[in-house]
């Protein structure tokens, strides 16, 4: 089989398997912002039972490989009665996982703001949570969007460990057409080649992303 015979034969079998990764990833994301935001919002609660939970999460997610995270949902969670397709455990999982880097990333980010803007703010008498939404997250989005999109395509990477539960995204139907070819080259090459192609497309967006903020 030609190369252009191949690509012409399976490109919309990849192409499905890309968008299948894209749409996972984004959901993933969309899920592990806010859920990282809130833990690091735990992390630097005066309540130590509630910052001490901010930092189990963090810690286990970061200590725990993403394989065993799916693991545990998929094959794991109808031993509890949570009960999944595989591409809902996917996106959750992958989210759980993110969420714990979010964390530190918007910790550091929320750590690195004065203190003496939130103890002035305090002295004229506004409240906590218009402190952090109109004085802190503004700047804090300036401060971790780089480290934010760099955490985002380590995710898109990741995302090709969801072939071990059965995901159809890309890593798994260049998996599947390895098989029904008995090729290796031809079907991880376009696969690298369609990983390559959106995360530099995401970085394009991302260095866009960062000059908006900086400019914000």
């Known amino acids: ?3 252009i015979t191949f690509f012409d034969t399976y490109a919309p079998l990849l192409l499905s398997g890309l968008w299948a990764t894209l749409r996972i990833c984004f959901l993933a994301t969309v899920l592990a912002l806010p859920l990282g935001l809130g833990v690091a919002l735990l992390l630097r609660s005066r309540y130590r039972p509630l910052k001490a939970l901010g930092r189990l999460y963090v810690e286990v997610m ?19 009665g949570l009960v999944l397709e595989a591409e809902p455990v996917g996106i959750i999982g992958l989210g759980l996982y993110g969420a714990g880097y979010f964390a530190e990333i918007f910790r550091a980010g929320l750590q690195s703001i004065a203190q003496g803007q939130r103890e002035a703010a305090r002295m004229l008498g506004i409240p906590n949570w218009r402190i ?3 004085i802190e997250l503004p700047q804090m989005r300036r401060l971790v969007t780089p480290p ?6 380590v995710l898109i990477k990741e995302s090709a460990a969801l072939s071990i539960i059965t995901v159809p995204e890309l890593t798994k139907i260049g998996a599947q ?7 290796v080259i031809e079907p991880y090459l376009a696969v690298a080649l369609l990983y390559w192609l959106l995360i530099e497309l995401f970085a394009i967006a991302g260095h866009w992303l960062e000059r ?3 400019h914000g």
């Not at 993403?66 to 031993?79: A, K, N």
């Not at 934010?148 to 395509?153: E, K, L, M, S, Y």
């Open 62 to 80: 970061r200590g725990t490989p993403i394989l065993v995270v799916l693991f545990l949902l998929y094959y794991g969670g109808p031993s509890i």
């Open 177 to 183: 057409i390895a098989n029904e070819t008995f090729a």
């Open 148 to 153: 934010v999109i760099n955490q985002v395509i």
């Open 212 to 214: 908006k903020a900086a």
């Open 1 to 3: 089989m030609t190369a």
């Open 132 to 134: 952090l939404t109109r």
